[in-house]
């Protein structure tokens, strides 16, 4: 499998944020993000074999490990390596962009899939039909960059009866949108939403992303 990167960091996303982890970066991805932030996974990276990237995991001596991207569902030793880690009694987020089924994720691994919203400029990928694939401990997450974006997420959420399903996490784009204004619409329209912050973003600020 190619590996962007594997390092440690605090989860800064999902009701898991602010909880040590570690983070394994999967190269490429199927959408260009306006807003992405993590351009480099396009194609850095190096080949690993599963051993090896279980050993660069287990080194860090955390129990809760990220596989996130890029969009990690494109390459297929994906799935049998969530297998194993969870095997290997570790808590597993899999962060992916809804765009790939995630059918095949083993079911004990806690699915965070990034609803990409017109802003991103990838909305149309989105694959719908992983939304009755969702279990109650999966998390849904959009990044609001604007107003047309709160009211297209709304609009998503509503339709899709999404907060029955899971967790429904609202951000606001880094630089993009205000937190306050989001925090404003949520608490005005009552939304059945966690208002999230990229946590790692004010920790880590430019390059820096752990250690």
Not at 59 to 82: H, V
Not at 128 to 150: C, G, M, P, Q, W
Request: aromatic share 10%; proline share 4%.
């Amino acid at each position: 499998m190619k590996v962007c990167e594997i390092f440690a960091s605090i989860q800064g996303e999902s009701s898991y944020a602010g909880l040590p982890c570690v983070f394994l970066r999967m190269t490429g991805c199927n959408l260009r993000c306006s807003y992405c932030d993590s351009a480099y996974t396009y194609e850095e990276g190096s080949e690993m074999s599963e051993d090896g990237v279980v050993a660069a995991v287990l080194k860090f001596g955390l129990k809760l490990a990220e596989i996130t991207g890029g969009e990690p569902l494109l390459q297929q030793e994906t799935f049998p390596l969530i297998k194993r880690l969870l095997d290997l009694g570790l808590a597993v987020l899999v962060e992916t962009n809804g765009t790939v089924s995630i059918a095949d994720v083993d079911k004990r691994a806690v699915v965070i899939m990034d609803v990409k919203t017109p802003g991103s400029g990838m909305s149309e990928g989105l694959r719908t039909a992983n939304f009755d694939l969702l279990k109650k401990n999966d998390e849904l997450k959009f990044v609001i960059a604007s107003r047309s974006d709160y009211e297209w997420a709304v609009n998503i959420m509503s339709s899709y009866a999404l907060a029955e399903k899971c967790p429904v996490l609202f951000s606001p784009a880094f630089n993009l949108l205000s937190p306050a204004d989001l925090s404003v619409w949520i608490i005005r329209d009552r939304l059945p939403v966690r208002f999230n912050l990229q946590l790692h973003k004010y920790i880590y600020p430019g390059e820096q992303r752990g250690v």
